[in-house]
């Protein structure tokens, strides 16, 4: 009677320690996912930053319309 007594109390502590282990392997997992996401996420935005510091065209060619335009007044302006 004892004998099944340990053995059940053994069997119950090996359990406890496997759902143990197993819960601390899912928090393992869920940190490294974490962490995947916040770099992936990182590395998303280091690249959207890039791609807003490129100017686009339509910018560019504002700005050389408008360099254009200024100096062209410029040198209409003391003609008149």
Same mark, same amino acid.
């Given at each position: 009677?004892?004998? !099944?007594?340990?053995?059940?109390?053994?069997?119950?502590?090996?359990?406890?320690?496997? !759902?143990?282990?197993?819960?601390?392997?899912?928090?393992?997992?869920?940190?490294?996912?974490?962490?995947?996401?916040?770099?992936?996420?990182?590395?998303?935005?280091?690249?959207? !930053?890039?791609?807003?510091?490129?100017?686009?065209?339509?910018?560019?060619?504002?700005?050389? @319309?408008?360099?254009?335009?200024?100096?062209?007044?410029?040198?209409?302006? @003391?003609?008149?």
């Amino acid at each position: 009677m004892d004998t !099944e007594r340990q053995g059940a109390n053994y069997r119950e502590s090996v359990n406890q320690s496997l !759902e143990s282990f197993r819960r601390q392997y899912d928090r393992n997992i869920l940190a490294t996912e974490a962490t995947f996401e916040d770099r992936r996420n990182q590395l998303q935005s280091n690249i959207n !930053e890039a791609y807003n510091a490129i100017p686009s065209l339509a910018q560019t060619l504002l700005g050389i @319309g408008a360099s254009g335009f200024n100096t062209y007044t410029g040198l209409t302006a @003391g003609l008149g």
